[in-house]
């Protein structure tokens, strides 16, 4: 079945330590996203990749850094620089254009950082 | 900038007892609004895409409409199983096909 994994599940950080998020997806999805999640917050826009070797900040880049080496991945790393890591990160996918459906957002199960 | 406020933050519900969930929003060059529903811990499921204003779709107990403001959420004889968080996004083309969500609805449908 086509989807999207995110790893790991769960993962604890100490302070000062960067860590990476994981996100597959099998879906032949052209554009990939990230976004953080924290309770009462809903969802951010980390950053976003609309095709391989290119992306874009969004609205709360700062602290994070991500690569689209290939179409399937868009790994994100939490740099030391982040403030307040602690969250919920969701992983999505699109197909990348305007068209009913191909717009749709496919969110992975997302990973929960916490920073000890 | 996009702009998107869901009201209210948290619902209760009696199971069988109608309602609807409100999503106000402002923005250029509406691509799309979308309703997402999700459970806790666990990444948002799809549920519905407007396009244009007077666009009505339905599912199951379901069904969103859409204005050139806002959009609701109508939950009809709502059960149990439809206790989760709503959210709605829009597209535009100010974040590429990027999604920018309000802070959600929690619903809570007791027996």
């Known amino acids: 079945d086509g989807g999207i994994t995110q790893s790991p599940k769960y993962l604890f950080r100490k302070e000062g330590q960067n860590v990476t998020l994981s996100c597959e997806q099998n879906?032949?999805?052209?554009?990939m996203y990230w976004y953080r999640q924290d309770p009462g917050q809903g969802l951010r826009l980390i950053y976003y990749?609309?095709?391989?070797?290119d992306f874009q900040k969004g609205d709360i880049a700062e602290g994070y850094s991500v690569s689209r080496e290939k179409k399937e991945s868009f790994p994100l790393t939490v740099t030391s620089a982040q403030k307040n890591p602690t969250a919920f990160y969701l992983c999505?996918?699109?197909?990348?254009?305007w068209g009913s459906g191909a717009n749709v957002l496919t969110f992975g199960a997302g990973s929960r950082l916490t920073v000890l | 900038e996009d702009q998107v406020t869901q009201s209210p933050e948290a619902l209760r519900l009696q199971e069988g007892e109608s309602s609807s969930l409100n999503c106000s929003y402002t923005?250029?060059?509406?691509?799309?609004l979308f309703w997402y529903r999700q459970d806790p811990g666990k990444g948002p499921e799809f549920l519905f895409t407007?396009?244009?204003a007077g666009e009505e779709k339905e599912k199951e107990r379901l069904k969103a409409t859409l204005t050139k403001k806002e959009s609701f959420l109508h939950i009809t004889a709502p059960k149990p199983e439809d206790s989760a968080t709503y959210l709605c996004?829009?597209?535009?083309?100010?974040?590429?096909?990027?999604?920018?969500f309000g802070k959600g609805t929690s619903l809570l449908v007791t027996p």
């Open positions: 996004a829009v597209q535009s083309p100010n974040s590429g096909y990027a999604l920018n």
């Open positions: 879906l032949n999805h052209d554009a």
């Open positions: 990749s609309q095709i391989v070797n």
């Open positions: 999505a996918s699109s197909m990348g254009g």
């Open positions: 923005v250029s060059g509406l691509r799309g």
């Open positions: 407007l396009y244009s």
